[in-house]
């Protein structure tokens, strides 16, 4: 498992997902919670793979930092675009590193429509998603901006919710079409769902060591079985997000 953990990462990886479970675990005789943060990433050929795990108390910007920053040195370069929930201090880590963020699309739509009535959530909803439905990021931006201010009227906690999060929620639209469905939200959703049932069957961890025990023994197995599966991203449009483009040399001209 820890072989697997600190393997060497090669190539460039330009999507990067980052998700966080909180499960308890006995510290100093006290019972904490504390964040068990997953990686994971796509190369350039369009297949993913898990990159990393940590157990931390407080994910602040340092905390992120030390956690990117092992990938990095084993590896881990070209990345583009980091998604994840709302976390201002990752986003803070991630910019430097030259990556810009985009925040978890499937989070903001499920919390946003709560501030209006039960009866008009939905459209509330529907009126958001319009943005996305858009072919640029320029028009992305600027029909998000008109639900913005068609919804401040009657709702005005969902349109200034919508001014604060406009560049972090629409930062995919400046990406590949065709990568879009996969790149505006975070896709651990099930793995996730599989940590906290087998966390729950635990309860209480004895120490970190027990949870990277678990943890990581859950993310060789979904590894194998992504190795398996087909591409998560298509080719298409990959090659242009590399580090590493071909250079095509100009046609000499024979003078003889």
């Known amino acids: 498992m820890q072989a697997f953990l600190k393997c060497p990462i090669e190539g460039d990886w330009p999507y990067l997902w980052i998700d966080a479970t909180y499960v308890k675990v006995r510290e100093a005789g006290r019972i904490v919670s504390v964040a068990v943060i997953i990686a994971i990433s796509v190369n350039t050929n369009g297949v993913r793979d898990v990159r990393g795990v940590a157990v931390g108390s407080s ?12 990938l990095m040195r084993r590896g881990l370069r070209g990345v583009k675009l980091v998604i994840s929930d709302t976390h201002k201090d990752l ?82 639209m400046g990406f590949p079409k065709v990568h879009r469905i996969q790149i505006h939200s975070n896709p651990p959703a099930r793995l996730n769902s599989e940590l906290m049932r087998r966390t729950d069957v635990v309860g209480i961890f004895p120490n970190e060591a027990a949870i990277y025990r678990l943890a990581g023994a859950l993310l060789l197995e979904q590894n194998d079985e992504w190795a398996l599966q087909c591409r998560y991203v298509q080719l298409e449009g990959l090659q242009s997000l590399s580090d590493d483009q071909p250079v095509r040399l100009s046609a000499v001209v024979n003078q003889a």
């Not at 008009?120 to 320029?138: F, G, P, Y």
């Open 91 to 172: 986003n803070a880590a991630a910019k430097v590193r030259k990556s810009t963020w985009q925040r978890c699309r499937k989070h903001f739509l499920s919390n946003a429509p709560a501030h209006a009535g039960k009866g008009q959530r939905q459209m509330v909803l529907a009126m958001i998603n319009t943005a996305s439905a858009q072919n640029s990021q320029e028009t992305a931006i600027a029909q998000w901006r008109i639900v913005a201010d068609q919804l401040r009227a009657k709702f005005p906690k969902v349109a200034a919710l919508m001014d604060d999060s406009e560049a972090d929620m629409l930062t995919f």
């Open 59 to 70: 994910p602040a910007e340092p905390f992120w930092t030390s956690f990117l920053r092992p």
